[in-house]
């Protein structure tokens, strides 16, 4: 039919992924709008305490570096945690060498995090802005 826009599918595509890129099944075809984020926190502050949650449910050096790695990068790059959620900044991640699994992990667990930290902040040394390696 000529003139018609295709209508964008919000099922994820099964696509091949080259290796070290999360398959397109995963990552979705088409991203949902997500709400913004009421985070009462500064927002370097916030990332921080969210990479040090993150790593206190991590066991090895590996993860825990995974996850500062992704801290760093939002912080280097000026995002705050809204915008990486609201957008689904999850290739700024990978495209810096974060693994496809924690940077899903960094993205999908803010919302499980802020339920707690709205609540509770709580800050721990853990995270630091070198990232080993």
């Not at 927002?43 to 449910?57: F, L, S």
């Not at 570096?65 to 991640?93: C, E, P």
Request: proline share 10%; net charge neutral.
């Amino acid at each position: 039919m000529q003139g018609r826009t295709p209508t964008p599918c919000v099922t994820p595509a099964v696509l091949p992924s080259s290796p070290g890129q999360a398959p397109a099944s995963i990552v979705g075809a088409s991203p949902l709008v997500l709400q913004k984020l009421d985070i009462p926190a500064p927002h370097e502050d916030a990332i921080r305490d969210y990479v040090t949650w993150q790593q206190g449910r991590a066991v090895s050096g590996e993860w825990i570096s995974q996850y500062a790695k992704a801290g760093d990068i939002l912080l280097k790059q000026g995002f705050t945690l809204n915008h990486f959620y609201k957008r689904q900044l999850v290739g700024l991640l990978t495209d810096g060498g974060v693994w496809s699994g924690i940077a899903l992990s960094f993205h999908n667990d803010i919302p499980e995090w802020l339920s707690g930290y709205r609540k509770s902040p709580e800050r721990s040394p853990l995270f630091t802005n070198e990232t080993p390696g």
